[in-house]
T-cell receptor, first 114, second 115 residues
């Protein structure tokens, strides 16, 4: 079945460092791909998404490119801030499947130190 | 405007008891989803409603779990004969409905602890 694998955390970085969180997926067809973020004490919220190959999603300085050839959707940010400390989840929605069936990775906890 | 709300925020119960978890979606959202998140894991899909009907309940783990949405707005997730393994955060999300790929807006979750 469809699945998402993302790098294990926790990840600890200094402010202004470069961030990469790796995400790869297994799916039949052409899934849509998402990054969700959960800030401390808050609910999950969509960070960015891409619905077809080579699309780049971006938001709040974060970017991820849908790479079909490597089945990847790695999250990057050039200069992290303390306020980026959160848990990041990679997720997919299968092509043609139920709208509800988001499949999530296990999450990667990011801590940014001043 | 108001987001997705869930009540209670925390629920402690004893093994074998019955619990109900409530979700109030964003006004006007016709699609509603339930997920379960165990410690250290990502959310796991349980059930999806479009309007009043369950469009996909393939994620419900067994027949102790049931969900309703009688008027197409508020939804209740019901768990019978709770087991310790049911302890998790139960998340509800809603979306506008009607499109192939939509943003799902999540509530804060209900943390269920079965003793």
């Amino acid at each position: 079945g469809d699945s998402v694998t993302q790098m294990e955390g926790p990840v600890t970085l200094s402010e202004e460092a470069f961030l990469t969180i790796n995400c790869t997926y297994t799916a039949t067809g052409y899934p849509s791909l998402f990054w969700y973020v959960q800030y401390p004490g808050e609910g999950l919220q969509l960070l960015l998404k891409a619905t077809k190959a080579d699309d780049k999603g971006s938001n709040k300085g974060f970017e991820a490119t849908y790479r079909k050839e490597t089945t990847s959707f790695h999250l990057e940010k050039g200069s992290v801030q303390v306020s980026d400390s959160a848990v990041y989840f990679c997720a997919l929605m299968g092509y043609g499947g139920s709208q509800g069936n988001l499949i999530f990775g296990k999450g990667t906890k990011l801590s940014v130190k001043p | 405007g108001a987001g997705v709300s869930q009540t209670p925020s925390n629920k402690v119960t004893e093994k074998g008891k019955y619990v109900e978890l409530r979700c109030d979606p964003i006004s006007g959202h016709t699609a509603l989803y339930w997920y379960r998140q165990s410690l250290g894991q990502g959310p796991e899909f349980l059930i999806y409603f479009q309007g009043t009907g369950a469009a996909d309940d393939s994620g419900l783990p067994n027949d102790r779990f049931f969900a309703v949405r009688p008027e197409g707005s508020v939804s209740t997730l019901k768990i019978q004969r709770t087991e310790r393994g049911d302890s998790a955060v139960y998340l509800c999300a809603s979306s506008l409905g009607g499109q192939a790929v939509e943003t799902q807006y999540f509530g804060p979750g209900t943390r269920l602890l079965v003793l």
